[in-house]
């Protein structure tokens, strides 16, 4: 398909991992990213990967990457009340910020 | 350093008026984006533009117009707003326009068209 899939809810417990997951379209996709929406905010980037690796680790925030099956997942550690907000997965699908692809977003509640 | 503006944040039209939504950056960006969400879909690239005076077509360009008469500043125009433009409109820019430099986005401007 041609769209860049996400669940669109998860909830999870404060203090629990929770693992967000994405399904991107183009397999010569050279970087995969996630943002992050706060309420009544606009897009922040949290973190990217180069399509040549596996896995990312930034302090809580791990990225896995599996090429094969065209699939990026988000795991943040701790999760935290602040950490609630909509996470977009996005590729890029050409040479230039104008040929990304976004997803929907997933919208992360944390509960206390 | 006030990053990527949108004004308004929100706007009602009905069906034929014309608005414009502004964009401002002070981040001396080359690059300028406007995109809309609708629910359940990922962000949809309308117009953007490689630098002050010049424009180009996005995924989705129809029914808008794009102005870059100041590097500063990015215009998206509906001449005659359909119900089908009710969507959040999101501005961005970048200083490069190449990955992975990051966009930085603006608040989004909420569009109802009845």
């Known amino acids: 398909g041609e769209d860049v899939e996400q669940s669109l809810f998860l909830s999870v417990r404060e203090g629990d991992s929770s693992v967000i997951n994405c399904t991107y379209t183009d397999s010569s996709s050279t970087y995969l990213y996630w943002y992050k929406q706060e309420p009544g905010a606009g897009l922040q980037l949290l973190t990217y990967?180069?399509?040549?690796?596996d896995m990312k680790q930034d302090q809580r925030l791990t990225v896995l990457l599996n090429k094969k099956d065209k699939h990026l997942s988000l795991r943040i550690a701790d999760t935290q009340t602040g950490d609630s907000a909509i996470y977009f997965c996005a590729e890029s699908i050409g040479m230039r910020n104008n040929d990304m692809r976004f997803g929907a977003g997933t919208r992360l509640t944390v509960k206390p | 350093n006030a990053g990527v503006t949108q004004t308004p944040k929100f706007r009602v039209l009905k069906t034929g008026q014309s608005m414009t939504l502004l964009c401002a950056q002070d981040?001396?960006?080359?690059?300028m984006y406007w995109y809309r969400q609708d629910p359940g879909m990922g962000l949809r690239l309308i117009h953007y533009?490689?630098?002050?005076?010049?424009?180009a077509k996005g995924e989705v360009p129809d029914g808008y117009n794009v102005s870059r008469l100041k590097k500063q500043n990015f215009l998206l125009g509906l001449e005659s707003a359909a119900p089908s433009q009710t969507s959040v409109y999101f501005c961005?820019?970048?200083?490069?326009?190449?990955?992975?430099?990051?966009?930085?986005f603006g608040p989004g401007t909420r569009l109802l068209v009845l």
């Open positions: 990967i180069f399509s040549n690796m």
């Open positions: 533009s490689v630098g002050e005076g010049t424009t």
């Open positions: 981040m001396n960006h080359e690059y």
């Open positions: 961005a820019s970048s200083y490069s326009g190449y990955p992975p430099e990051t966009q930085y």
